[in-house]
């Protein structure tokens, strides 16, 4: 290969390599992978990745840097191959960029493995504000969420999905990268967001994606333009990387379904997958991303087909019976879907939450309620901190609701009164009420699929 004056014979030179990126100079696809080589070998001192992180933060970085990027992070650690499994369908997942009542994993995973989907769903831990699947599945008593790959090839096999923990050996640069990014404000930069999530969706060894990138207040990227050059630059680069992939822009302008809080969103998927009751808005979210899979894998025909094969599999009590045995097959209780309330305690103190004044729900700052939550233990302020699954909110009205000091907002559960008091008060701050009724607001903002016609010209960098 030519030297452009980053390689000295025996490697790169870190420096030059950021220099060129501070520079907005396109690095070359070696460089990109000496980067992350010495960056997962800890060559690199963690002063020159957050140098590299801000220098990307503020030039960005091209398709192809990312797709570069992307692809080394994956082979930095096992790349899963489920070719030798004999396994009955498509493999295929989703992923969501996170929000506060977003139980869709939940529901989504035994749906497509009732139509005949494989999902090696590997899902992660709530980051800031918002909640993680794998604290909701931890709220199942018994729940394994690190089965060893063997248990989890055979779970996959029997039941068609498994939502277990990132194990520590899929993608491990991005472990480092992620730990240095968050104490160096370097996380919001749209390619390391984009190269962070698909590097452990591509270890994964799936056939398909459909992401769920999030709009609105309690999103990890607020600004629609912004949520929507995030989910171009995924959907992009995960093909430019050989990842079939579509994303849908969903509304997190309002906490999604009835609940929020770990074991409060276990039983409402459960209530969900079991048609004791659907909470409109995520019925539609959930459906519109099976349909995705299910179309562009060849699972169904067309569009509607496809909407109404994971309309049937919820109908017929196949998705629920797909919940019930992966629950069980990974250790949980044979009897959840019997007996949920039994396995899934919440706080002892209910306490609903009411407005003084009666007002339609105009507004809501999602990212609060979330806030509000983490303060109650349902979610962490440091890693190593325990979650308490047993408190959150349930009965969670929808914008557009008339409320009042009759009409509750919603329901508490704490563990204490002074606990739900604090709740109560950072909820009534966190909403806004009018006197006409607001206008309805979709659930679905739009959907982002590959297309090469919109692809920028050669070496253009994306927005950060
Ligand atoms: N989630 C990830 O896995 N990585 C990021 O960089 C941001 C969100």
């Not at 490697?11 to 990109?32: C, H, K, M, T, Y």
């Not at 979330?370 to 109650?376: E, F, I, N, T, V």
């Not at 929808?398 to 009759?406: I, N, R």
């Not at 919603?410 to 009018?434: F, G, K, N, P, Y």
Request: hydrophobic residues 40%; aromatic residues 4%.
């Amino acid at each position: 290969m030519a030297s452009n004056g980053t390689n000295r014979g025996q490697g790169f030179i870190p420096q030059e390599i950021i220099r060129r990126v501070r520079d907005g100079i396109a690095l070359s696809e070696a460089e990109v992978r000496f980067f992350v080589e010495a960056l997962h070998d800890e060559r690199l001192s963690e002063g020159q990745v957050a140098a590299f992180a801000m220098a990307v933060f503020f030039r960005g970085l091209t398709r192809d840097e990312c797709v570069a990027l992307t692809l080394a992070m994956k082979e930095s650690g096992t790349v899963l191959d489920w070719s030798s499994h004999d396994l009955p369908g498509p493999v295929v997942d989703k992923h969501s960029t996170g929000g506060v009542g977003d139980k869709v994993s939940l529901i989504l995973a035994p749906m497509l493995a009732a139509c005949g989907a494989v999902v090696p769903m590997i899902s992660g831990r709530g980051l800031g504000h918002t909640g993680g699947t794998l604290d909701k599945l931890e709220s199942i008593p018994g729940y394994d969420v690190r089965p060893s790959d063997e248990r989890f090839g055979e779970v996959l096999k029997e039941v068609g999905c498994a939502v277990i923990g990132q194990t520590a050996s899929l993608a491990p640069a991005d472990k480092r990268f992620y730990a240095i990014r968050d104490v160096t404000a370097t996380v919001e930069s749209i390619p390391l967001i984009t190269a962070s999530i698909l590097s452990k969706k591509l270890a994964a060894g799936l056939q398909r994606l459909v992401l769920d990138v999030k709009v609105g207040s309690g999103a990890f990227i607020p600004e629609p333009d912004r949520a929507r050059d995030l989910a171009h630059s995924l959907v992009e680069v995960a093909n430019g990387a050989g990842l079939p992939c579509s994303a849908l822009l969903t509304d997190m302008d309002q906490v999604l379904g009835l609940t929020a809080g770990h074991a409060n969103e276990v039983l409402e998927s459960i209530d969900h997958l079991t048609g004791k009751h659907r909470e409109p808005r995520l019925h539609e979210v959930t459906v519109a991303l099976a349909a995705e899979l299910l179309q562009h894998t060849g699972l169904a025909e067309d569009a509607e087909a496809a909407r109404a094969r994971a309309q049937q599999v919820l109908d017929d009590g196949s998705a629920a019976e797909r919940f019930a045995a992966m629950v069980k097959a990974l250790g949980g209780p044979a009897d959840l879907l019997q007996r949920p309330e039994h396995h899934l305690p919440l706080g002892s103190v209910e306490r609903p939450v009411c407005p003084t004044r009666r007002g339609y729900l105009a507004k809501m700052n999602v990212r609060a309620v979330g806030l509000s939550l983490l303060a109650m233990g349902g979610g962490r302020r440091r890693t190593e901190d325990a979650i308490d699954p047993g408190v959150g909110l349930s009965r969670m009205q929808s914008l557009g609701t008339e409320l009042g000091p009759e009409a509750p907002l919603c329901v508490v559960h704490a563990r204490d009164e002074a606990q739900a008091e604090a709740c109560a008060r950072a909820l009534l701050q966190a909403i806004e009420l009018s006197d006409e009724a607001p206008a309805p607001r979709p659930v679905l903002h739009g959907r982002v699929a590959a297309d090469p016609m919109t692809r920028g010209p050669e070496g253009q960098r994306t927005q950060r």
